[in-house]
């Protein structure tokens, strides 16, 4: 079984390693949505594998370095594509959700990346 708990947060950056001239390389900002994916079973006496309520109170703290800041300021998210803030994301909270299985990030609402800790 998974599960997953979703999170908006409004962040800007821009991609210091596309070529001159590229969009992405001026400052820019997102309305970013991140899904928390949670496999495994059951618990028999709850009925669920993880309170959602948990995993929102896990995420917190990163929600809270996320949300409306510059994301190239945070370590680690230097060059904060969709892909290195999933891995990122990932890292951050791998240690507090063993049965975490997969971060989605949304950019857009067109485009995204899926990171299940390859």
Known sequence: MEIFK???F???HRLPHVPEGHKCGRLHGHSFKVAIHLSGDLDPHTGWIRDFSEIKAIFKPLYERLDHNYLNDI?????PTSEVLAKWIWAELKPLLPELSAIRIHETCTSGCIYRGE
């Open 6 to 8: 979703e999170f908006t």
């Open 10 to 12: 409004e962040s800007a």
């Open 75 to 79: 370590p680690g998210l230097e060059n």
